[in-house]
């Protein structure tokens, strides 16, 4: 099932406080990205994160989730009408998360 483009203008709504938000659509779900590192997505209407430290503590209560069959778990983010927390929880992942590697042209 895909995400509908509705639910994913709300998550970009909630998360309006933050300023470099970009989404990638990939097969009917979207990669969620906050200044250039893949923070989570949106799969099946649902806000997943990545698992990091700092996401397991703001978070201790979360949920772990398939985004899709074969991938690696990821926390469903809760709290999502609290825009204040979702800053805090995606300005706190964005140290963990490694900056993704350049892929050099060829």
């Known amino acids: ?8 203008d709300f998550i970009l709504e909630q ?6 938000i970009t989404y990638k659509a990939m097969m009917g779900e979207y990669i969620i990205c906050y200044r250039g590192k893949i923070i989570g997505g949106v799969y099946d209407d649902r806000f997943l994160v990545k698992p990091v430290k700092s996401a397991i503590k703001l978070m201790p209560n979360a949920e772990y989730e398939l985004p899709y069959d074969g991938a690696k778990e990821m926390l469903l983010a809760d709290e999502l009408d609290n825009k204040e927390f979702l800053v805090e929880l995606f300005n706190a992942m964005y140290e963990e998360i490694p900056t993704p590697k350049v892929k050099k042209k060829k």
Do not use: R
């Open 1 to 8: 099932m895909a995400s509908s483009k509705e639910y994913l």
């Open 15 to 20: 998360l309006s406080e933050l300023n470099d």
